[in-house]
């Protein structure tokens, strides 16, 4: 973890320096990790780096890299499946095998018979399976205890942060895992709109798997950048079971999005002022 979090303060200060603009909302995705740890009392270093999206779940994808004992040095080829929390490692006699997992080329019928498949290939010289409840790895006459010095296994790591001036960036995923993709909607002093849009599920195949998830964040900042409270205004969640009947704008500045809550059956509308920053819920 202190490798992406001091990969991502080094890209963000390489942006605050490029850029003069200011407040902003800057994305930064890091696509590779590196591990140290050890197989039984051997110690090993592992790069992994991002390859493919599975078939049918975002949050599923292939990964592709190497190991070697840090007293040999020698890299091992290794192709790998991320399903969270999950990391399955294969070093494979025959390239094909791996080609197959890096593009997902074997599609089942639904996405649990391809995990299930994908994480119990044959033809390996070497596999590691580093899960919540076991982490080891084995060949064909051995098992042995696995070791790392990371208990976060995902590859892949997207952060979303609002530069607020040439030394202050705000994590936008300290409000949760589960809003995301934000843009700079509008802001004045002491005051910014976020807006953020998303689909509503990782799995595209599931309940909501092509639902969406629309609103607005307001954030409220003191004089020296501290955020003193923020408020959240849902105006389409599948999740939610919120859907968006209309949009009407008033004028210029002034927009109000007409919506139904189907949890509560009741309609309310949220009434945005884009040049004050206010954000009104009227049921």
């Known amino acids: 973890m202190k490798y992406i979090k001091a990969l991502i303060i080094l890209l963000l200060t390489i942006q605050l320096f ?63 499946l991320y399903n969270y ?81 040439s030394i202050t960036a705000f994590d936008l995923h300290n409000f949760g895992d589960w809003t995301w993709n934000f843009e700079l909607a509008a802001y004045t002093s002491g005051k910014i709109l976020l807006s953020y849009e998303h689909g509503s599920r990782l799995y595209a195949m599931g309940n909501c798997g092509a639902g969406l998830e629309k609103g607005f964040i307001l954030l409220e900042f003191d004089q020296i950048n501290k955020l003193k409270q923020y408020y959240e205004f849902t105006f389409e969640s599948c999740n939610g079971s919120i859907s968006i009947e209309g949009i009407e704008k008033l004028n210029q500045h002034k927009t109000i999005y007409k919506c139904y809550d189907y949890m509560n059956e009741k309609t309310y509308d949220l009434e945005v002022d884009f040049k004050e920053l206010t954000v009104e819920k009227k049921e």
């Open 18 to 80: 490029a850029q003069e603009n200011f407040p902003r909302v800057e994305k930064v995705i890091v696509k590779d990790k590196l591990f140290h740890g050890q197989i039984d009392k051997y110690p090993i270093t592992i790069y992994l780096k991002f390859n493919q999206y599975s078939n049918y779940h975002s949050g599923v994808y292939s990964v592709s890299g190497w190991y070697f004992y840090d007293k040999v040095k020698t890299k091992i080829p290794l192709t790998g």
């Open 85 to 165: 929390p999950d990391l399955i490692l294969y070093n494979f006699n025959d390239t094909s095998k791996s080609n197959v997992l890096l593009n997902f080329r074997e599609m089942k019928s639904n996405h649990w018979d391809d995990i299930e498949f994908y994480e119990n290939l044959e033809g390996y010289k070497e596999k590691f399976v580093l899960t919540d409840n076991e982490n080891y790895w084995l060949n064909s006459s051995e098992k042995l205890e696995v070791n790392l010095n990371k208990s976060d296994l995902a590859v892949q790591n997207v952060s979303e942060f609002l530069i607020l001036d």
